[in-house]
C-alpha cells in the first residue's frame, strides 16, 4: 500500500511541488536555520498545548541583578539630564561615560569569566527599559554594545583567542565597539551590500601575512564615532585562490579596530534630533589578518547565519525593552494628568475622549510587557528566537508610537511646547529610530513573521521543503512521502478542529482552568486552529508565490503576533495570582487581540487569489467580526486604573511613580499624589459650593487645610505650566552663524 501510494499519488504531487516551490538561496536557508522555534509553534500548531506556557518560569532578577538596579542604574539616571544631553552638549557627559565604563554597563551580556556581569535577558531588559524612561539617547548607549555586535557575536562565535583579549576589554570599557552592516545601497536587503573584502597578502605588525584588503562605506551606525573596534559585515572574495576554490566567498563578519590606516570615523549622524553617537564610517584599502573574521577563517563566508542568530538581543531585549518603557511612561504620566488637569471645573480623565485614550494605554502597557517577560523567560532559557524577536521588535514599537500619540493628543499643549519639563516630546522624536533600526518594520512585519515562521513554526513545512531541496531522487521521494502525508494527516486534523469550533463559537475548545479568564483561552484556541488551516491554504494554492503577497503574509503575521502577546498577558495574569482588580485590563486586551485576529483572517480570506478557497475557508472558519472592540464600560474601567492610585495601577506602569524619573515627571507625581490626598477636601468644597476662602470663613475648611489646597494648587499650576525663554535663552540654544569675514565672501 506504500509503495503504491508512494507511486502514483506522492511522485506526481513531488513533481509538482518541485515546480511550484523555488529553490531556497544560500541567504535564505541561512536565515531559516537561523534560531528556533518555542511558545509560536503552538499557537502555529492549531491545537496549542497551554500546560507548555504555564511551565515556562516567571522571570526574575538575582540578588546580584537587583543590587545593580538599586545602585548603578538609579546613580546612572540621577547623573542624566536628557534636556542638556539633546539640545546642548549633543553628547553624555563624560563622568557619564566613565560611569557606565566603571560599572561595566557595556559587559552585561559578557561572561564572568572574561571579566563582564553575566546578567541575564531579563535584567539586560529591565535595565535598558528603565533608562529608558529616563534618556533615549542613555538607553541606546547602554544597549548597542549588548545586542548586535561585535560582543554578542564574539559569545556566540568567537575563538577562544578572539574572546580572552577582545571581551574583557570590551567588558570594562577599554574598547568601545560598533557594528557596521547598513551602507546606503544595502539596508534591510544584507545580501545587496557592496561593501568588499579581498583576500591578499600585505603587511601586519611589521610582517607578510595573508589577510583582507576592505573598503567599506557604511551609515547609521551607532557608537561609530567614538568606537575603538568595528565589527564589520562585508561580502569576501578570494580571487586568487589563496584559501580554497570559491571565489566569491560570501557576507562575512570581521573586527576592524578604527585606529589602522585607512579608517575613518567621527562624524556624526542627527537620529531623529536624539544625541547618541551615530554616524557613517569608512575604509579605504585596510588591511586585517586573517584571523580578524570573526571565528577565524572557518566562519568565512557564514556571516549572515551569524547576523541572524545574533538579531534575537536587539529584537527581542533591547527594543522590546525601549519601547514597553514609552508605553508605560505615556500610560503612567497622562493618567495622572487626566486626573490633574480641568477643564470646565472637571478633571479631564472623567471626560469620555479622555477615557477611550486611557484605556487603551492601560491595557497595551499590561499585555505588551507581559510579552517582554515571555520572552526575555524564553531567551533566559537559552533559545534563539527568531520568529518571537521579531514579533517583539515591530510590535512593542509599532504600540511604542500609538501609545505617545494617545498621551500627547491628551496632554495637548503641554506636550507640544518643548523644553527641560516636556517629558513626552523625547520620546516621541524617537519613535522613528525604533520602527526603523534593526530591521525596518515593514519588512520585518511583511517578510519576516510570517515568512519565516510559517515555515519554521508550522509542524511539517519545512520537512516539505528540505525533502524538496534533496539532490538525491530517490531520497527525495522518500523524505517527501513521510512529511507529505504527515502534513495532510495535520491538515485533516486541523480542519475539523477549525471547523468545529467556528460552529461552536469556540466554546468547547480547550482551555486550563483559568478562573475567568478560561473563556479567552478558548477563544484563542479557536483561533489557533482557523489560522493553520489558512495557513495550509495558502501553502496549497500560493506556493511560492506566496513570498511575493506580502500584504497577505502582512496580515497572516499580524495574527500570529497577536495569539503570542495575548498569550502572554493570560500567563502574566496567572503568574501574578489571577488578581481581579487586574482582570479589566486582561478583558480589554483580549477583546481588542481577538476582533483584530478575526478581521486580519477576514481580509486575508477576502484577499486570497484562489476564489475556490477563500470560499470554503470562509465556510470552515466564519471569520465574520462576532468579537467586538472593547466597549464603553470596559473602556471606563480600564481608564479608572490609571486614573486612581492602585497596585494594579503600579504594575500597569511598572512602579514608574518611584526611581528613574524624566524632567517633569516628578512635579507630576508629586501632584498627582497631592490631588489624590486633597480630594475629600475639594469634593468637601464643590458640594459647598464655595470658594475657600468663602469656605474658610463660614468654618468648612480649617487654616491648615486651606494652606494645603495653595500648596496643591502651586504643584498644578507647575504642571500645567510650559518652558518658555527669553530672547538671549533662545539664541544660546540656536545660535546665529559666525558672520563671515569679507576676503571670505569675495572668495565665494
Not at 535577558?121 to 538607553?139: G, K, L, M, N, Q
Not at 568565512?300 to 508605560?328: F, N, Q
Not at 467586538?628 to 464600560?633: C, E, F, L, V
Request: net charge negative; charged share 20%; glycine share 8%.
Amino acid at each position: 500500500m506504500t509503495s503504491f501510494r508512494k507511486r502514483f499519488v506522492t511522485k506526481p504531487i513531488h513533481a509538482w511541488a518541485k515546480g511550484v516551490l523555488p529553490a531556497l538561496s544560500e541567504t535564505e536557508s541561512e536565515a531559516l536555520n537561523a534560531g528556533e522555534v518555542w511558545w509560536e509553534a503552538e499557537l502555529f500548531s492549531g491545537n496549542p498545548d497551554w500546560s507548555k506556557l504555564h511551565a515556562i518560569k516567571k522571570p526574575t532578577l538575582s540578588p546580584e541583578e537587583q543590587a545593580f538596579f538599586d545602585g548603578p542604574v538609579q546613580d546612572l539616571c540621577d547623573m542624566i539630564d536628557d534636556w542638556k544631553i539633546n539640545q546642548e552638549t549633543a553628547d553624555l557627559p563624560p563622568e557619564v561615560w566613565q560611569f557606565l565604563r566603571d560599572h561595566k554597563f557595556f559587559g552585561m551580556i559578557i561572561p564572568k569569566s572574561h571579566g563582564g556581569l553575566a546578567f541575564s535577558a531579563f535584567a539586560h531588559s529591565e535595565i535598558v527599559r528603565f533608562i529608558s524612561t529616563r534618556s533615549v539617547a542613555a538607553a541606546v548607549t547602554v544597549m548597542v554594545p549588548n545586542s548586535l555586535g561585535p560582543g554578542e557575536l564574539l559569545h556566540q562565535f568567537g575563538t577562544d583567542d578572539q574572546k580572552d583579549y577582545w571581551l574583557p576589554r570590551l567588558a570594562d570599557g577599554r574598547e568601545l565597539p560598533a557594528f557596521g552592516l547598513t551602507s546606503a545601497e544595502a539596508g534591510s536587503d544584507a545580501g545587496a551590500m557592496v561593501d568588499d573584502g579581498v583576500i591578499c597578502n600585505g603587511q601586519w605588525k611589521g610582517e607578510e601575512v595573508l589577510g583582507i584588503r576592505l573598503n567599506w562605506a557604511k551609515r547609521y551606525i551607532t557608537l561609530s564615532p567614538v568606537c575603538t573596534v568595528l565589527g564589520l559585515a562585508f561580502k569576501l572574495r578570494d580571487p586568487d585562490g589563496l584559501i580554497g576554490e570559491t571565489q566569491d566567498i560570501g557576507i562575512t563578519c570581521a573586527l576592524v579596530p578604527t585606529d589602522l590606516d585607512g579608517v575613518e570615523t567621527g562624524r556624526r549622524h542627527i537620529p531623529s534630533s536624539t544625541m547618541f553617537m551615530n554616524g557613517p564610517t569608512t575604509g579605504k584599502d585596510v588591511f586585517i589578518p586573517l584571523d580578524h573574521i570573526i571565528g577565524g577563517p572557518e566562519y568565512a563566508g557564514k556571516g549572515w547565519m551569524m547576523l541572524m542568530s545574533a538579531l534575537a538581543a536587539g529584537r527581542g531585549i533591547s527594543l522590546p525593552s525601549m519601547g514597553c518603557a514609552a508605553i508605560a511612561l505615556s500610560a503612567h504620566t497622562t493618567g495622572a494628568y487626566a486626573r490633574i488637569r480641568q477643564q470646565f471645573n472637571l478633571p479631564i480623565g472623567k471626560f469620555g475622549g479622555i477615557q477611550s485614550r486611557l484605556g487603551g494605554l492601560a491595557a497595551d502597557a499590561y499585555a505588551m510587557d507581559a510579552a517582554r517577560h515571555l520572552t526575555c523567560a524564553g531567551l533566559d532559557e537559552g533559545r534563539a528566537l527568531s520568529v518571537i524577536s521579531a514579533i517583539m521588535k515591530a510590535h512593542a514599537t509599532y504600540k511604542m508610537r500609538s501609545a505617545i500619540n494617545d498621551a500627547m493628543d491628551v496632554h495637548s499643549g503641554k506636550a507640544v511646547i518643548d523644553g527641560p519639563s516636556n517629558y513626552l516630546l523625547p520620546l516621541y522624536r524617537a519613535v522613528p529610530i525604533g520602527i526603523t533600526v534593526e530591521g525596518a518594520n515593514i519588512v520585518t512585519r511583511s517578510l519576516i513573521i510570517f515568512g519565516q515562521g510559517s515555515i519554521r513554526a508550522h509542524p511539517h513545512m519545512l520537512d516539505n521543503m528540505l525533502a524538496l531541496q534533496e539532490k538525491d531522487p530517490d531520497k527525495s521521494l522518500e523524505m517527501f512521502d513521510k512529511s507529505l502525508w504527515a502534513h495532510v494527516g495535520h491538515t485533516t486534523k486541523t480542519l475539523f478542529r477549525a471547523w468545529g469550533r467556528a460552529l461552536t463559537g469556540g466554546r468547547f475548545a480547550p482551555a486550563p482552568d483559568a478562573g475567568k479568564a478560561t473563556p479567552i483561552y478558548r477563544q484563542l484556541s479557536r483561533w489557533s486552529a482557523a489560522y493553520a488551516l489558512t495557513a495550509d491554504f495558502l501553502f496549497l494554492t500560493l506556493g511560492g508565490a506566496l513570498k511575493r503577497e506580502e500584504m497577505i503574509s502582512g496580515r497572516m503575521g499580524d495574527i500570529l503576533s497577536e495569539m503570542y502577546i495575548l498569550s502572554a498577558a493570560l500567563k502574566r495574569w496567572d503568574d501574578e495570582g489571577r488578581q481581579d482588580a487586574d482582570l479589566p485590563v486582561l478583558q480589554y486586551a483580549a477583546q481588542n487581540a481577538l476582533h483584530n485576529i478575526q478581521s486580519a483572517l477576514d481580509s486575508v480570506i477576502a484577499n486570497l487569489p484562489a476564489r475556490w478557497a477563500a470560499v470554503v475557508l470562509r465556510m470552515l472558519t466564519l471569520p465574520g467580526a462576532t468579537t467586538r472592540k472593547p466597549d464603553d464600560r470596559l473602556t471606563v474601567q480600564c481608564s479608572d486604573l490609571l486614573y486612581e492610585p492602585s497596585a494594579t495601577r503600579d504594575r500597569i506602569t511598572g512602579d514608574l511613580h518611584k526611581g528613574c524619573q524624566r524632567n517633569g515627571v516628578d512635579v507630576l507625581n508629586s501632584c498627582y499624589a497631592k490631588v489624590v490626598e486633597m480630594a475629600p477636601v475639594m469634593k468637601r468644597l464643590r458640594d459647598a459650593g464655595k470658594t475657600p476662602q468663602q469656605a474658610l470663613t463660614a468654618g468648612i475648611l480649617s487654616d491648615a487645610e486651606l494652606s494645603e489646597i495653595h500648596a496643591m494648587q502651586t504643584l498644578v499650576d507647575q504642571v500645567v505650566a510650559v518652558d518658555d525663554y527669553t530672547p538671549d535663552e533662545l539664541a544660546a540654544l540656536f545660535p546665529a552663524p559666525e558672520p563671515k569675514h569679507p576676503t571670505q565672501e569675495a572668495a565665494e
